[in-house]
């Protein structure tokens, strides 16, 4: 009988340690700071999903979901940001960050929706050292604000501030994407209509179709980054509180209930 007890509790210890390790191994590369209406997050891109709510944290292989009339906005731990629409879904495909190194990999995938990148520049190396991919467009930033826009065949990229490398994720692309965006910047072919990659400067877009290069970059108006801009806003009203209406309701890091007309501004979406 003692035995037996001994051997239990060694398992128990062995299980206690080992939960540990795992919990203490978790690899947390950024949390939520702001969030509106209904988010929830697939660990590691599997069911079931879970209710998110400000402060919660997420790793790599989570996939972040937002619902109708809602948003959320993901701080990581290089200071960069992400916010996301309504009926966004976005992938941590991956997140390395060295500070004392100054090196810095990551890897993030947008499945639907739009988005808002304020992107923490933190190296002098050429090639993007944050990416971003979509179903049909990849995005090297380097440190820079982007919008980007979904829809069923293409993507739309949107360079507000900074320099932004676009090209259309083909398969070796997506495989090979660092090495791809060294040598596209070592080539310097940019903007010709002979190069699978595009350079957009500030307040410059560009559309790339499925199986089509990136379109040669336009300009964009403050009218149209306004419009872009709008599209974050919702009006979804906490339970048991009561707002006026056409009012945002935003839930910060804080953990109170503010109008954000500051943080989104405009008309409601459809």
């Known amino acids: 009988m003692k035995l037996r007890q001994i051997l239990i509790s060694g398992w128990f210890a062995i299980a206690l340690m080992l939960i540990f390790s795992t919990v203490a191994g978790a690899e947390v590369v950024g949390r939520l700071t702001q ?9 590691g891109g599997k069911l079931p999903a879970v209710a998110l709510k400000v402060d919660d944290t997420v790793e790599p292989g989570d996939v972040i979901r937002t619902k109708s009339l809602s948003k959320a906005q993901i701080t990581f731990i290089d200071n960069s940001l ?26 993030l995938e947008i499945f639907q929706g739009l988005a808002l990148a304020v992107v923490n520049k933190i190296l002098k190396a050429e090639e993007p ?3 971003i991919k979509t179903q049909t467009a990849i995005v090297g930033v380097r440190g820079t604000e982007i919008g980007m826009r979904n829809q069923p065949n293409s993507s739309t990229i949107l360079n507000f501030q900074g320099r932004t490398q676009v090209g259309n994720i083909f398969p070796e692309v997506s495989r090979l994407f660092l ?9 310097g072919s940019w903007n010709n209509g002979s190069s ?6 500030d307040m410059q877009g560009t559309t790339v179709g499925r199986n089509l290069l990136p379109t040669v970059p336009f300009g964009i108006t403050p009218q149209d980054q306004m419009l872009f801009m ?5 009006y979804a009203a906490l339970p048991g509180r009561h707002h006026a209406p056409g009012t945002p309701v935003t839930q910060t890091g804080s953990g109170q209930t503010t109008r954000s007309a500051s943080i989104c501004r405009g008309p409601r979406t459809p």
């Open 129 to 131: 050292d944050f990416v």
């Open 196 to 201: 699978r990659w595009v350079l957009l400067h």
């Open 82 to 107: 992400l916010t996301l629409s309504q009926e966004a879904r976005i992938a941590i495909e991956e997140f390395k960050f060295e500070p004392s190194q100054g090196k810095r990999q990551a890897v």
């Open 179 to 187: 090495k791809a965006f060294k040598v596209a910047f070592s080539m």
């Open 230 to 234: 709008r599209q974050f806003t919702t």
């Open 35 to 43: 969030l509106e209406g209904r988010v929830d997050l697939l660990k």
